[in-house]
């Protein structure tokens, strides 16, 4: 306990994650002002810091690279949401599906299919079968035989 306190009064105990920790800045000092620390702690997380609280005014290195990823992940959307605003205000009625989809409305509209059609004749099918497995079914006119487990021991 002794060493907790001492951590919070000489101010190497984390106000975020409340580690101790050698490497810290204060929120206050001119590192933490020119960084906006406690304007981004106020905005971003859920607490409230201000140099009157008597709660530890310092941030580890670690807090502070986790709240400089939620600021500069805050500031994409910002910046998406300012150019989504301005294509959308900037289109015209003919082009504006395109603006909206990032594929071509044909390739919307084709389904996708993973074999040739060609090919679905030779392969059996799975469909509507329960507990039946497809090795026992007999092979279709044309089917290989080595598809499946061989029967015969």
């Known amino acids: 306990m002794g060493s907790d306190d001492k951590a919070v009064i000489t101010g190497f105990i984390c106000r975020l994650c409340s580690r101790m920790n050698r490497f810290v800045v204060h929120i206050y000092g001119d590192e933490g002002v020119q960084m906006q620390l406690a304007q981004k702690i106020n905005i971003y997380l859920p607490i409230t810091v201000n140099p009157n609280d008597p709660l530890p005014k310092t941030v580890c ?40 989809s990032p594929r ?38 044309g089917a290989s035989s080595s598809s499946g487990p061989a029967l015969s021991s």
């Open 104 to 141: 071509p409305p044909e390739e919307i509209r084709t389904p996708v299919s993973i074999l040739p059609s060609n090919t679905n004749r030779q392969r059996p099918s799975t469909e509507g079968t329960s507990s039946e497995s497809t090795s026992t079914r007999p092979p279709r006119e």
């Open 61 to 100: 290195i670690s807090c502070i690279d986790s709240l400089e990823a939620q600021h500069e992940l805050m500031e994409q959307f910002k910046w998406a949401r300012q150019r989504v605003q301005r294509v959308t205000k900037g289109a015209t009625s003919e082009d504006c599906g395109r603006n909206h």
